[in-house]
């Protein structure tokens, strides 16, 4: 049983904290932030302790850490914080959520996460600090490096390299063998089906709003 500091104490550290509470071998037992950010110092019945006096009161020779912030900055904010906590001593925990799907060829790195009824296919490596969420497939022997960010229901097929930092968005898909270079952003339901080198930008527009309103529509289609 490892017992977890969880840095951060928002929206996805209550995310981890759920899966990591489905976890047998993982125990959450307070959680950190800056100092800044202590609030009340408490969160989801667990305390909250500043990052600068975590070590003392939950020393890295009994605790793992998990680094729970968002994309931020193109996941740099977050991948900083794995740093800082490296320079601890902290291990860094990964969470699988026993709901997830990975075949047990799958290698991951540290301050990994993936949601219940993401899927991961034989053959894929996922490097440090990858956040996979619920409904995202990842297609066999596919690499996906450090920091990375793949939301809800994005699919990567098949022997997929992607670059660090990069975030790939809700719906959005890249085709078999196609690499996604550093630090570009998938917008939600793009189609990538070539390669793409550092720092680019693929978005897919808004729908096109109509004229008529909910209750003009539902009328004249006979939606009801």
């Known amino acids: 049983m490892s017992r977890l500091v969880i840095f951060g104490a ?14 047998e071998d993982l125990e959450t037992a307070a959680f950190t932030v800056d100092r800044d950010y202590v609030g009340t110092g408490e969160f989801k019945g667990l305390p909250v302790v500043p990052f600068d006096e975590v070590a003392e009161r939950y020393p890295p020779g009994g605790h793992a850490m998990f680094v729970a912030l968002g994309y931020h900055e193109l996941n740099a904010l977050r991948a ?16 699988i959520d026993p709901g997830a799907r990975l075949s047990p060829s799958v290698r991951h790195g540290e301050n990994c996460f993936v949601m219940d009824h993401a899927c991961v296919q034989p053959g894929v490596t996922l490097g440090d600090n990858v956040f996979v969420f619920g409904g995202a497939l990842i297609g066999h022997h596919s690499t996906i490096g450090d920091n990375c960010w793949i939301t809800s229901n994005a699919n990567i097929a098949g022997v997929v390299t992607i670059g660090r930092n990069t975030f790939v968005a809700i719906g959005a898909t890249v085709a078999n063998d196609v690499n ?38 539902v009328k004249m289609t006979k939606f009801m």
């Open 10 to 23: 928002g929206k996805i550290a209550d995310v981890i904290h759920d899966s990591a509470m489905r976890c």
């Open 80 to 95: 900083d914080r794995v740093a800082r906590a490296r320079a601890l001593g902290y291990r860094l925990a990964t969470v």
């Open 180 to 217: 996604i270079g550093s630090d570009c952003f998938l917008g939600a339901n793009a189609l990538v089906t070539k390669d793409l080198p550092d720092g680019k930008v693929v978005i897919q527009p808004s729908s096109e709003v109509i004229r008529l309103n909910s209750k003009q529509f």
